[in-house]
């Protein structure tokens, strides 16, 4: 099957206009391509796929690599891709009619994003942005329209990474509502940590006042938060973070919120 791939290249098409790195430059990541297509086969997206369909859209998709700070499409451009995260972290946001940037999501290294618009052609309703050196994969709204009219699995793995972000977003709200400032910088770090139980240190993966924004704080409140997680063996150096007892810190995080207002 020959499918129909076209791409606009007309200034301000967004992400299909914007230049490519050269090869050997130093923008992005710099996976090598192999890399890349294995990171992408293991996405929510594509990684329950029949081989064939997987191939299909790889070999159509178009592999980018960004620098911290670049846009990778604007809010009300026209959706004319799902997007993959192949390294590094795009953040998600509004601009309110304040001028004030909301975080909406932030997403890294297998994550899907963009699936709802861009099988609608409408405008996106967010902007995205690298926040760190990242490389991401588009893939072509047409390419996987003809998919979907061959196989109706394509559309279901396309609803099942819509449900994810569904489900991110309630969580989000849950804890907005349900959680104090510090507990939620708590399960943050937690979520960051790579074992259960015991010490542990980790990384702030991207800066803090994004940090703040996608929890829905303010970053002099995010400040106020790691103060008040001393008193239960947190201790922020810089862009690290060193956890001395998971099990405390998980149960503060799961306390009864009226416990912690003055804590």
């Known amino acids: 099957m020959v499918y129909n791939c ?6 301000g098409q967004g992400w299909t206009n914007r230049a490519r ?12 391509h192999e890399a ?3 990171i992408a086969r293991q996405s929510l ?32 451009e026209t959706a004319q891709a799902i997007h993959v995260v192949l390294a590094g ?9 304040t001028g004030a940037e909301a975080v909406v999501s932030v997403f890294t290294r297998g994550d899907s994003f963009g699936e709802a618009v861009a099988l609608r052609n409408v405008p996106y309703p967010v902007s995205a942005e690298a926040v760190s050196a990242c490389d991401v994969m588009h893939i072509p709204s047409p390419i996987l329209i003809s998919l979907m009219k061959e196989d109706p699995e394509i559309g279901i793995s396309i609803l099942a990474a819509t449900f994810t972000h569904l489900h991110s977003l309630v969580a989000q709200l849950e804890q907005l509502k349900a959680q104090t400032g510090a507990q939620r910088v708590a399960e943050f770090l ?4 790579d074992t259960d139980a015991g010490e542990c240190e980790v990384s702030l993966p991207y800066d803090k006042m994004l ?38 810190l998980r149960d503060y995080a799961e306390s009864d ?7």
């Open 21 to 32: 790195a050269p090869a050997g430059s130093n923008r992005g990541i710099l996976l090598s």
């Open 45 to 76: 997206l594509l990684r329950s796929l029949p081989e064939q369909h997987v191939e299909t859209l790889l070999s159509h998709a178009i592999w980018r690599q960004y620098d911290r700070g670049e846009t990778i499409f604007l809010q009300e």
């Open 257 to 263: 919120p009226a416990e912690n207002w003055g804590r």
């Open 190 to 193: 937690l979520n960051l940590c």
């Open 211 to 248: 940090i703040a924004g996608r929890l829905g704080m303010k970053p002099e409140s995010l400040s106020r938060a790691f103060s008040r997680l001393k008193a239960v063996g947190v201790k922020i150096n810089r862009n690290h973070a060193v956890i001395s007892d998971i099990a405390l």
């Open 89 to 97: 972290w795009v953040k998600l946001f509004r601009m309110t009619p």
């Open 6 to 11: 076209r791409l606009w290249h007309s200034v």
């Open 36 to 38: 890349q297509k294995a």
